[in-house]
């Protein structure tokens, strides 16, 4: 029994060796890449769609999305969309793996932030010259690009705006939105905190303030805002070093330093609700939250454009449209591209779902600035701008997510982080 | 269990005696009754809150101060996890994916397990250093891996694609080979002199004595598949091949926000099962366990 | 104590041939069809094992040890030939990488606290459960056990409530003390004995379970003949009960130990690995490189968990086991 183990042993590391030795002889290795970055658009075709689209949509079962494919169904006889829906916490994941195992469906909703790393695993078709960039608004286009390529149409826009409760800033004697501009703003900051636990008892902090995980959601803006950048695209390097970033940093440490908002992350969107916190920055879902969850607040709690120092800015986020190089059935995925992203058709599902629509066209068309607390979203969008279409953006974000931690906790100085940043961005690289 | 033998004490027993010791008879030691319910709340406070918010209106759930009972009860976040899911639908998955699973696992492991206990053979050894090796290995690092293998397969968007990758599993192997290994010899021998086939002799002999051993082997491989996400979530191609988990986290995340009434409700649901199963079983499979390696 | 129901090492193959029987001659060649009979039936029994296994763990094993050794991208996997390979360059960049080693002390802080805790915890309920009481003692081994068998995202929802800084039921117990409970989960010093401790509460009815079987093969005469020795029952527990627990102990320090070196749920849900990298686990630093398309690190990160497993794994065998 002992030799036959032994022997069964070695055969099984000289099996191990020759794999080993074939894989290094087939000179496997790398190959100049001709993909993403470099495709030509899709053809969209003319006609009606027919056949089957699968789409993967994020979030639970879409009761708009789904009426709207029904009304392309109606339109396009002999076509059958379905839609698969996917949890948002694990979408990255699934599409990822799918991506990976070569199994993807014919089109997908998909995060804005993942365009770039997704296009650059070849996973997307470029999209069609049918589609005019000029009808969006400018981030959220950029959103879909990857090497200057589009690989994708924008779906639903997503910016913040500055949310505040209007009951309670009455109180420290400001009248309609706070200032526009950063030394106003905190001026006015400082009155609603001087009114904590006295006009306002049940205040604790005059504004939230986001800390930790998205936190660069909240700050890459606020370098804008300064005129500058944290990434040029056209030398491919990183510019934490920049005066314009230190200064974005000072602003985001000196809110929490001043103790004007808290730093133990907590449930901003439910402490505005319960009265703790008077305002508080957040993309358009939250209003929806807090009308569904609150209503007797409703009038209560209004909108305004982000503070800024030498520019408006924002952060074009959302979700776009893309369909997969591996589709069955691309030309009906992009006539299902297409109609859903007409006006008409982006202001029913805006209306349903709360949600912004990144086109101006369907803003108008959809009315939905009737609605007042959206006012100050479309002044946003205007405004706002996509972040770097590199592949290693979420690691940069990361890295910057925890050096924004530390500053604000007081662990660092600005130098040390722009510093850390500058050094951590440049391992990262920018990817493929 | 036998009463205590008690050494004499040198003078009669008075009636108070005789009352502890029938207590301490029938209760065991009184005193800890009260630290044990004080752990047991502790270990089931949780539980607790997951019921009470269960039925709390979605604005309540995370309200401070918190208080356990439910000021305004409502039973919206089961009907609303009813609405959103085809719930019967992702059940049905769930059941039957489990099931397949730890019947799989019951029926294959304690095959190989037999064999591998009992049985001589060339590579036994092999066999069995690479079961327990894989064991060690961290799950993650094979999951990529054995998604494109299944993907390759056109396993993807069907529930045989749930099922197959996990009908062996090294843990059951370890188990019943180890469980099996404490029966005795001379059963085996006497049915071979007796003529029995080899293959008889496990399914008629070996398999009804390992009870104790497969019941807790099914609670283990019916409680892993039964909680399992991740895989669920990236091999179905379609709604029809979700389970519970997987629709659970569709119907509570949004993207930037959760609908906790309904993640609790959901969580309520997802626990009843199993729990269920442990209570049918549990018996069993602390013997099963006493009965494995254990001696 | 029997060497045969432990596995590997000091595995006795028990020759066939040779048993102390009569009629030697007649069993002689009966014995030796029997071998042959033996090994096919065998592998018949483990063929169907045997293929899934090869498929659906072995496979994926190879590959991804290979990945390891490799600069695969996520984007390699459709042509996987088509990497490089670099031997064990990334278990270099591993180590070079402070995030990773900071995930390894953190994963050797869990382990090194969370084992001995969540043993003895689970043992000292089963002691209790076993010996201290006689009644509802169904009650308490669902209830001990009911931790085990939920949804960890579930728990961690309700934990994350429970330990809210402002007015979570855990501050709020503290302040009658006259203590100001920190924001445990926002807090460096903090977080990670969180999850240490949800961890425990976690597991200890896994242990529970486990050694209320092995008390129960304790034989009640020896119980007896140690109390008619004279011996208290502190002294029965130590020099009667808990040696005859040692393949409890084993059984279970080893499934918690490489349950706990893997340990990802309670940070991925609760902090996802924060605050600071205070709770990022070697696990949770690999899923991150496999989200961010780093296959080639991820495996290289799985893998060095893996040597950690066997590690831990032969230490234990080594103290825990018997003797005799």
């Not at chain 1, 501009?181 to 009155?191: F, H, P, Q, S, V």
């Not at chain 3, 140690?226 to 627990?245: H, I, M, N, S, Y």
């Amino acid at each position: 029994m002992r030799t036959s183990t032994r022997h069964t042993v070695r055969t099984v590391q000289a099996l191990c060796i020759t794999v080993t030795a074939a894989l290094v002889a087939t000179g496997c290795g790398r190959s100049a890449d001709s993909g993403p970055g470099k495709d030509a658009p899709a053809k969209i075709g003319s006609g009606k769609a027919t056949g089957k689209v699968v789409m993967w949509s994020m979030g639970d079962t879409d009761p708009a999305l789904l009426s709207l494919a029904k009304k392309f169904e109606k339109e396009n006889p002999g076509v059958k969309v379905q839609i698969t829906p996917i949890p948002w916490a694990s979408a990255h994941d699934k599409l990822t793996t799918a991506i990976a195992g070569g199994n993807t469906p014919d089109m997908s909703v998909v995060g804005s932030t993942w365009m770039a790393e997704m296009a650059s695993m070849n996973a997307f078709q470029a999209t069609p010259t049918a589609f005019k960039s000029s009808d969006f608004y400018a981030g959220q286009w950029d959103t879909t690009k990857y090497k200057n390529t589009a690989y994708g149409v924008p779906f639903v826009a997503d910016t913040s705006a500055v949310y505040y409760r209007a009951d309670l800033t009455e109180k420290a004697g400001i009248k309609g939105p706070l200032a526009s501009d950063r030394e106003g703003y905190i001026k006015d900051l400082k009155a609603i905190q001087a009114t904590a636990g006295k006009q306002n008892p049940k205040l604790r902090y005059a504004s939230g303030w986001l800390i930790g995980f998205n936190s660069w959601l909240f700050w890459v803006p606020m370098v804008w805002q300064q005129g500058g950048d944290i990434y040029d695209a056209k030398t491919k390097k990183f510019t934490f070093d920049t005066p314009e970033v230190a200064k974005a940093l000072q602003y985001y440490a000196s809110v929490p330093q001043q103790h004007l908002a808290p730093t133990d992350k907590e449930d901003n969107v439910q402490g505005f609700q319960d009265g703790l916190i008077a305002v508080y920055q957040e993309a358009a879902w939250a209003g929806g939250a807090f009308h569904k969850d609150s209503p007797k607040l409703d009038g209560k709690w209004k909108t305004m454009p982000v503070p800024y120092s030498k520019q408006p800015a924002g952060f074009a986020g959302g979700s776009d449209l893309a369909v997969f190089k591996g589709a069955k059935n691309s030309k009906a995925a992009w006539k299902f591209a297409q109609f859903l992203t007409e006006p008409a058709n982006l202001a029913v599902y805006s209306k349903a779902t709360g949600q912004l629509p990144p086109s101006p066209a369907a803003w108008s068309e959809g009315k939905l600035t009737e609605d007042e607390t959206k006012k100050a979203f479309e002044e946003q969008l205007k405004v706002s701008k996509a972040p770097p279409a590199i592949t290693t953006w979420q690691q940069i974000a990361d890295a910057i997510d925890s050096e924004l931690e530390k500053l604000s906790l007081g662990k660092a100085t600005v130098a040390q982080v722009q510093q850390a940043l500058q050094s951590k961005a440049t391992s990262i690289g920018t990817g493929r | 269990m036998s009463t205590f033998a008690h050494p004499g004490t040198g003078h009669a027993d008075t009636d108070r005696s005789v009352r502890r010791r029938r207590i301490r008879q029938n209760w065991g030691n009184p005193w800890l009754y009260l630290p044990l319910t004080g752990c047991l709340l502790l270990m089931i406070a949780p539980f607790l809150w997951m019921l009470s918010g269960s039925f709390k209106p979605e604005a309540d759930i995370r309200r401070l101060p918190p208080v356990l009972i439910p000021t305004a009860p409502t039973t919206a976040n089961y009907s609303q996890l009813f609405r959103s899911l085809d719930f019967t639908s992702m059940f049905a998955n769930s059941v039957i994916v489990s099931l397949a699973i730890t019947a799989g696992n019951l029926l294959f492991c304690s095959m190989l397990g037999y064999a591998l206990a009992k049985l001589d053979f060339r590579g036994r050894r092999v066999v069995f250093s690479l079961v327990i090796g894989t064991l060690m290995v961290p799950a993650l690092v094979t999951f990529v891996p054995l998604y494109v293998l299944v993907a390759n397969m056109k396993l993807t968007g069907s529930l045989v694609g749930l099922i197959l990758p996990f009908l062996a599993g090294p843990f059951g192997v370890f188990l019943m080979r180890q469980f099996i290994s404490t029966l005795p010899d001379e059963l085996i021998d006497a049915a071979r002199v007796d003529g029995c086939g080899e293959l008889a002799i496990f399914w008629r002999i070996i398999l009804p004595l390992t009870k104790p051993a497969l019941a807790t082997l099914g609670i283990i491989a019916f409680l892993g598949s039964w909680n399992s996400f991740l895989w669920p979530l990236v091999v179905a191609q379609n709604q029809d091949q979700y389970t519970l988990p997987v629709g659970l986290a569709l119907a509570s995340s949004g993207q930037s926000f959760t609908r906790y009434g309904i993640l609790l409700a959901g969580a309520v649901v997802v626990l009843l099962p199993v729990m269920l199963v442990f209570l049918r079983f549990q018996r069993q499979f602390v013997a099963g366990i006493a009965t494995t390696g254990l001696k | 104590m029997s060497t045969k129901t432990l596995p590997g090492r000091g595995d006795v193959h028990e020759p066939i041939t040779g048993r102390p029987d009569g009629s030697a001659g007649r069993r002689h060649s009966a014995v030796r069809r029997t071998a042959r009979a033996q090994a096919r039936a065998a592998w018949i029994l483990g063929v169907p094992f045997l293929v899934l296994f090869a498929a659906f763990m072995v496979l994926p094993v190879v590959w991804s040890l290979l990945m390891s050794m490799t600069d695969t991208e996520s984007a390699d996997l459709r042509t996987p030939l088509n990497v490089s390979f670099i031997g064990f360059d990334n278990y270099v960049r591993l180590f070079e990488d402070e995030q990773f080693v900071h995930a390894l002390r953190n994963t050797g802080v869990f382990v090194l606290v969370g084992l001995p805790l969540t043993l003895a915890a689970g043992l000292a309920a089963a002691v209790a459960l076993d010996r201290g009481i006689r009644r509802f003692r169904a009650v308490f081994r669902v209830g001990f056990y009911l931790p085990v068998i939920t949804s960890v995202v579930a728990v961690a929802v309700i934990w994350k409530t429970l330990l809210d800084p402002r007015a979570g039921l855990v501050n709020t117990v503290l302040a009658w003390f006259g203590i100001d409970g920190p924001a445990w989960l926002a807090d460096t010093r903090f977080a990670l004995p969180v999850m240490i401790l949800m961890a425990v509460w976690r597991n200890l009815g896994t242990v529970m379970i486990i050694m209320l079987a092995g008390l129960q093969s304790v034989p009640q005469s020896l119980m007896e003949a140690a109390e008619l020795d004279g011996a208290g029952a502190w002294q029965r527990f130590w020099r009667v009960t808990f040696p005859l627990l040692r393949p409890a102990l084993l059984l279970t320090a080893v499934t918690t130990g490489i349950n706990y070196l893997q340990f990802f749920d309670e940070p991925f849900v609760m902090t996802n690995g924060g605050p600071l990298d205070s709770t990022l686990s070697a696990t949770l630093y690999s899923y991150n490189q496999f989200g961010n398309g780093n296959y080639d690190m991820a495996s290289a990160a799985g893998y060095v968990v893996f040597v950690l497993i066997v590690a831990l794994t032969v230490l234990q065998f080594r103290v825990l086991r018997d003797k005799d």
